[in-house]
């Protein structure tokens, strides 16, 4: 237990925070319909767990989001509670409460003990290379045949060995507004837009267009942040401790600062109602970036009925490929419940029923390729909210260019980190040796063992 407490210890001091670009907020309405049929009934019960298996089963969430899914979906054996315990991810109080539950679980009482927890892509190699995550394939998880080899490895330690799954795929999209298109670029045919967004030269010339007809291209400098760090070709920290901004990097800090001096965006935080404020119907904003779940379940204000705008949107690649998240179903090491831990985990990358429910009735892109290659070339299937596009036949095709590579357990607050003090920068209330000299003292307080300039 010893060597258990203090490897978790170490970990939690190097990210205790929540996932970069998380959203703990539910949208202001309910997610977009598709005019695809109804939801069907639930899967048939499954057997009674062994008599030795515990009789609650404990889960660890930041929201609600899978919490929905699970209850329409998945049947729980007879004489199993499900006990959800979710806190948010804001100030980092979700892996805060998590960690210390990991840390008490080997004497934790049977019916306390954390069966299942789920994980984001910036901090989910924190647990899968740590004791506190177990083999899912010793407890029967074994067909990964239809699932993107991209999670299969992101859920994997350093030795192959898969500690979870994911429930969805999350290739990223650029998210424009028709009607600023039509005015901008004259059409909002997806085909024609990413003709003439497909690279930053290309899209920094139409953010002055846009300017110029009283537009902004983005309603935040960070907007693209995801896009250009996702592309780079080294991770921020080397293999000898030291913090490293690749060119990707760079290029966006420049494109920030540029956007912001010349009113091609609002200068404010991704979350910020400032920048959300902007996806109802009377915003200015052309584009945002975001995979399913971000127009799903974070786009509330675009979904208003009243004051939003949905079906005024559209999805195409943009300048480059990249992705965006993901929830990743970890099982932990001690669960009592370990025949229904295999199964939830089966059931949702594998029951083709549940992952057509989700796509169907959830509007997601479910991490099972041979279901989404279905509603792909479905020429039925639409999404209300994107004017009734295909959103899955775009995303099969993104779904291809994701790769999981340059990650490090420092990610996700070197990230958050750079683009708030770059933010002073662009605003104009430091200079751009402040802005630096700022985040570097913060990483030197969050993470002593990295060297920087």
């Not at 237990?1 to 959203?23: E, H, I, P, R, Y």
């Amino acid at each position: 237990m010893k060597k258990l407490m203090a490897m978790l210890l170490a970990l939690t001091m190097v990210l205790s925070l929540a996932a970069c670009g998380g959203s703990t907020a539910a949208p202001a309405t309910e997610a977009p319909k598709t005019e695809a049929p109804a939801a069907t009934e639930a899967p048939a019960a499954t057997e009674a767990p062994a008599e030795e298996e515990g009789k609650v089963f404990n889960i660890y969430a930041w929201n609600e989001e899978f919490k929905g899914f699970f209850e329409k979906y998945y049947t729980v054996p007879d004489g199993i509670t499900v006990n959800w315990i979710i806190n948010p991810s804001d100030g980092g109080v979700y892996q805060d409460k998590l960690d210390e539950a990991l840390l008490n679980q080997e004497n934790a009482p049977a019916d306390e003990k954390i069966d299942m927890f789920l994980a984001e892509a910036d901090y989910i190699l924190k647990y899968t290379d740590s004791e506190f995550t177990q083999d899912i394939q010793a407890l029967g998880v074994t067909d990964f045949s239809n699932t993107y080899e991209y999670t299969v490895q992101a859920a994997s330690d350093a030795n192959g060995v898969v500690k979870g799954v994911s429930f969805q795929c999350c290739p990223s999209a650029l998210i424009y507004r028709r009607s600023i298109a039509k005015d901008v670029l004259g059409t909002d045919d997806p085909a024609e837009v990413q003709a003439k967004l497909d690279s930053w030269d290309k899209f920094n010339a139409v953010a002055a267009d846009a300017k110029a007809k009283g537009y902004y291209m983005t309603a935040s400098e960070s907007e693209t942040f995801r896009v250009f760090s996702d592309n780079g070709t080294s991770a921020l920290v080397d293999d000898s401790g030291k913090l490293t901004l690749n060119d990707s990097i760079k290029a966006w800090q420049a494109q920030a600062k540029d956007f912001s001096d010349k009113g091609y965006t609002l200068t404010t935080g991704i979350w910020d109602d400032e920048c959300t404020a902007q996806m109802f119907k009377d915003g200015k904003t052309m584009c945002y970036f975001g995979p399913a779940w971000y127009f799903n379940f974070s786009m509330g204000n675009a979904q208003d009925p009243e004051k939003g705008c949905p079906g005024d949107w559209a999805i195409c690649q943009g300048p480059q490929a990249h992705f965006w998240g993901g929830t990743w179903l970890l099982a932990a090491t001690g669960s009592d419940n370990p025949t229904m831990l295999a199964d939830i985990m089966d059931t949702f990358i594998n029951d083709e029923e549940v992952c057509e429910n989700l796509i169907k009735n959830e509007s997601q892109f479910t991490n099972n390729q041979a279901v989404n290659a279905k509603f792909a070339a479905d020429p039925n299937y639409g999404n209300a909210f994107l004017g009734g596009q295909n959103d899955v036949a775009v995303f099969v095709d993104l779904a291809k260019n994701i790769k999981f590579e340059n990650k490090t357990i420092y990610d996700q607050l070197l990230c958050e980190g750079l683009q708030t003090y770059w933010r002073e920068y662009c605003d104009g209330a430091v200079t751009e040796e402040e802005a630096m000299a700022n985040y570097y003292k913060y990483i030197n307080e969050k993470y002593p063992e990295i060297v920087t300039p």
